[in-house]
């Protein structure tokens, strides 16, 4: 790759982070009424991890995204998108992400 497309693609990442920023910064504030100011006190308070498994926000694009109750809106914690995206494909079911560990805990110990 020439050095010409290679500076090319790093302006374009930074376009794409800047753009993901304030996009995520405007749906912060249309969809759950909070500031920058308030999503960091969040990312302080939780230390910058995950509420739920404890990872590190570390790279950029796997920005703690703001979890929030479906039913009525509340916001809760700030979760790692893993977190966040197992809690809405199990519909926040308890009884389904019970049964999740259960799987896992049987079948943990059998070589597949």
């Not at 693609?9 to 100011?37: A, C, F, M």
């Not at 979760?79 to 995206?85: A, D, I, Q």
């Amino acid at each position: 790759m020439s050095q010409e497309n290679l500076k090319l693609e790093k302006i374009g990442q930074k376009h794409t982070k800047v753009w993901h920023t304030e996009h995520q910064r405007k749906n912060w504030k249309h969809r759950y009424n909070l500031s920058p100011d308030d999503v960091l006190k969040m990312r302080l308070k939780q230390r910058d991890l995950c509420f739920i498994c404890g990872k590190k926000n570390v790279p950029e694009s796997a920005i703690l995204q703001v979890d929030h109750c479906h039913n009525t809106g509340r916001v809760r914690k700030l979760l790692c998108s893993c977190c966040n995206r197992a809690l809405g494909l199990s519909k926040e079911s308890v009884w389904v992400l019970f049964k999740m560990i259960k799987y896992v805990l049987r079948h943990k110990f059998i070589r597949c």
